[in-house]
């Protein structure tokens, strides 16, 4: 199962920037295509007052600063240049962890929809919209949202294809603020296919690719769940990739480039379960060659090594 797509992730949570300029992102596009990667997604165009990109409508209403660089006009040039697939991801307003209701991500990001593909639609590498907004669980609002804001991209691009990469609410699934690396009421596997059931009913049509966060869940875990991932994305109607992380979510400090052992596992048992492709959070950081972890780089040599087995 080889890695095809990576996100970008310029808007972070919990990571240290690296601070690349274009020649830095140049660079890692050249790696990432190295190795087979035809797909990148931008993780979010912004979160909270932070943007990848200026937009007129954000800085205004939500008072967003202005960036320093369009990135988003970058990874489009050069996602063009090196023949790859550009999917757009959403902003997060932030509003939805504040308050658990993801209703207030509906209003955020209808014009940012509309103002994004009127700027950036006629670049031949824009393939795709990655609906940013992460749950685990049935969540207020949340099918709604997916639906409604899916619809909206395909509408205005034409039919461009929708992703959304939902995490599973396994043992693993603490924050990156806890000290705690694990939790005790980790949802059952007949639970996840009730509530996932569900979800993928209300938003068929809306979206079409699911990517399940592979590292919530125990590696002795992945072939049922993955199964079951499958089957319920078939039943649906939905593309099933993996977002094979790699980074290591049970190391005591988060977060570092994972042992390849271990990616090697969450892929193998991807391909198992007869998955449509495999994309990772996140190339730059825990597989490239220039990334700030020089773990990073063996990894990259690791997974080279791993691909020529095939």
């Known amino acids: 199962m080889k890695i095809t797509g990576t996100f970008l992730d310029e808007i972070s949570h919990d990571i240290p920037h690296q601070n690349w300029g274009r020649a830095e992102w140049r660079k890692d596009f050249e790696h990432m295509k190295a190795i087979g990667i035809d797909t990148v997604i931008l ?12 937009s007129r409508y954000l800085i205004k209403e939500f008072g967003a600063y202005e960036p320093p660089v369009d990135l988003v006009k970058m990874y489009l040039e050069l996602a063009d240049e090196m023949d790859m697939q550009f999917y757009f991801g959403l902003y997060d307003s932030g509003k939805y962890w504040d308050t658990g209701d993801m209703y207030h991500e509906i209003d955020s990001n209808r014009f940012v929809i509309d103002e994004v593909w009127k700027t950036y639609g006629h670049h031949k590498s824009f393939k795709g919209w ?15 949202a ?3 804001l899916g619809l909206q991209c395909k509408e205005v691009s ?27 009421d980790a949802v059952s596997l007949q639970e996840h296919e009730k509530e996932w059931s569900e979800i993928f009913d209300g938003i068929r049509g809306a979206v079409d690719a699911v990517a399940f966060q592979d590292g919530h869940i ?18 649906y109607g939905l593309q099933c990739w993996t977002n094979a992380e790699s980074f290591d979510r049970d ?52 997974y080279k090594e791993y691909m020529h087995t095939f």
């Open 43 to 54: 993780i979010r165009s912004g979160y909270r007052k932070f943007l990848t990109y200026p």
């Open 130 to 144: 990655y609906l940013s907004m992460e749950i685990s669980r049935k969540t207020k609002g949340a099918a709604t």
């Open 146 to 148: 997916f639906r409604t």
């Open 218 to 235: 125990d590696y002795h875990e992945l072939e049922d769940f993955f199964r079951v991932n499958k089957m319920m994305a078939d039943r």
């Open 158 to 184: 034409n039919g461009l294809p929708t992703l959304i990469s939902p995490w599973i609410d396994g043992k693993k699934a603490v924050m990156a603020a806890s000290a705690g690396l694990t939790k005790a």
């Open 251 to 302: 190391m005591p400090i988060k977060f570092f480039p994972i042992k390849f052992e271990k990616l090697r596992l969450k892929l193998e048992a991807a391909r198992k379960a007869g998955y449509d492709k495999a994309i990772t959070f996140e190339f730059s950081h825990f597989m490239s060659p220039q990334s700030a972890y020089l773990q990073a780089g063996h990894l990259y040599n690791r």
